[in-house]
């Protein structure tokens, strides 16, 4: 499967963004999707997840309230609603793919997905 992640731009802190995950590829509801964002000098970390059928998800602490996960296995589209954005939330934000038809992996390890996109670029300015 090939992963593709739009929606980046630059926003005000308080502000919202809206990020998709584009898949191309057979079986794309069988896969689990991951968030993962890296910013500048720092290690890639997850984000959010989502299982095969978007019932359900986990987040990391720092989005939690802030962020969801949703996905439309119809449109092979994956979505990250952001939403009161702030400074520290600026980084590369990259879509991945974990072929297990299960949760039963470790959503929120790099390790554990398959395959990768290209990353999008969020910028929240204070």
């Known amino acids: 499967v090939q992963l593709q992640a739009s929606g980046g731009g630059l926003v005000q802190a308080g502000g919202s963004l809206r990020l998709s995950c584009a898949a191309s590829?057979?079986?794309?509801?069988?896969?689990?999707i991951g968030w993962f964002r890296q910013a500048p000098g720092k290690e890639r970390e997850f984000v959010a997840a989502?299982?095969?059928?978007?019932?359900?998800?986990r987040y990391a602490d720092s989005v939690k309230g802030r962020f969801t996960i949703s996905r439309d296995n119809a449109k092979n589209t994956v979505y990250l609603q952001m939403n009161s954005l702030k400074p520290e939330d600026t980084a590369d934000y990259y879509c991945?793919?974990?072929?297990?038809?299960?949760?039963?992996?470790?959503?929120?390890?790099?390790?554990?997905?398959?395959?990768w996109g290209r990353g999008t670029l969020v910028t929240v300015s204070s």
């Open positions: 590829g057979r079986s794309f509801s069988s896969y689990n």
């Open positions: 989502i299982s095969v059928s978007g019932g359900t998800t």
């Open positions: 991945a793919a974990n072929g297990r038809a299960s949760w039963r992996f470790r959503s929120t390890v790099r390790s554990e997905y398959d395959y």
